[in-house]
């Protein structure tokens, strides 16, 4: 497996729309739409670089919704949901979460490209593994 770099971070948060104006006006991303077809475009604001390239994904903390048991922001492990990286070797990737006993959920998003990987490191955070074309 090649690890080639991080593809987003995803951030918890209660207010949706200031903190994607943080984001856009401290680090200049802009707020653009939602990449994955059908999604509700009101739980979740994802924020592009220059070039187009999608940084940060925030999802709104529904209190009623099905992570607002697990995290909150600002508690034990702050707003911080996940972290995604751009990865190539798939299978091989597959074969060494079995060689290592992880558990793992594996999806196809077709209306991207992409499969990805879903497991947990040490801390419990939860790791994506994304592969375009893979």
């Known amino acids: 497996m090649k690890t080639t770099g991080i593809d987003h971070v995803n951030i918890l948060t209660d207010d949706l729309d200031a903190s994607a104006r943080f984001y856009e006006h401290l680090l200049g991303l802009k707020r653009g ?24 994904h925030l999802r709104w903390n529904d209190p009623d919704g099905d992570l607002a048991a697990e995290s909150q922001p600002g508690g034990p492990t702050g707003a911080f949901r996940h972290v995604s990286f751009r990865c190539e070797g798939f299978d091989e990737t597959i074969a060494r979460l079995e060689e290592m006993g992880l558990d793992y959920q594996s999806i196809a998003v077709e209306a991207l490209g992409q499969r990805l990987v879903f ?16």
């Open 33 to 56: 739409p939602v990449p994955i077809e059908g999604a509700d475009e009101r739980l979740g604001a994802w924020l592009f670089d220059p070039s187009g390239a999608p940084l940060v």
């Open 119 to 134: 497991t947990r490191d040490p801390s419990n955070i939860t790791v994506e593994m994304n592969f375009a074309g893979d």
